[in-house]
C-alpha cells in the first residue's frame, strides 16, 4: 500500500507560479514510478507528468512542457511539480499517482489549483 497527500494548491493569478507537494508513505518511495494528473470541470482525468525511480527521467504533456518541472526529494519522501507561467486553462484538481504492479494503482486525494484571468 502506498499513501499519498498532497499540497501546495490554491488561487493564483495567470503567469504566477504555484509548487504541489506530494507526501508518499507506506511503501519503499525511492523505488516508485511516479505522476501528477489532473482533472478540470467536465473534463477527464488528464496527464501532466512523470517520473521514473532509477535515472530518474521525466516526462510532460505538450501542454505543460517548458513550464512544469516534476521533480522527486527521496530522502523527504516527496514527489513535486513546480507550476511556472501558469494559465486559466491550468485550472483543475491535481492528483500524484504512485505505479504498482497494474498501473497507477495509487492516487492521492488532490489539490485545487484554480488561475485567474
Known amino acids: 500500500q502506498v499513501q499519498l497527500v498532497e499540497s501546495g494548491g490554491g488561487l493564483v493569478q495567470a503567469g504566477g507560479s504555484l509548487r504541489l507537494s506530494c507526501a508518499a508513505s507506506?511503501?519503499?518511495?525511492?523505488?516508485?514510478?511516479m505522476g501528477w494528473f489532473r482533472q478540470a470541470p467536465g473534463k477527464e482525468r488528464e496527464f501532466v507528468a512523470a517520473?521514473?525511480?532509477?535515472?530518474?527521467?521525466?516526462s510532460y504533456a505538450d501542454s505543460v512542457k517548458g513550464r512544469f518541472t516534476i521533480s522527486r526529494d527521496n530522502a523527504k519522501n516527496t514527489l513535486y511539480l513546480q507550476m511556472n507561467s501558469l494559465k486559466p486553462y491550468d485550472t483543475a484538481v491535481y492528483s500524484c499517482?504512485?505505479?504498482?504492479?497494474?498501473?497507477?494503482?495509487?492516487w492521492g486525494q488532490g489539490t485545487q489549483v484554480t488561475v485567474s484571468s
Open positions: 517520473i521514473s525511480w532509477i535515472g530518474p527521467s521525466t
Open positions: 507506506g511503501r519503499t518511495f525511492s523505488r516508485l514510478n
Open positions: 499517482a504512485a505505479q504498482g504492479d497494474r498501473g497507477w494503482g495509487y
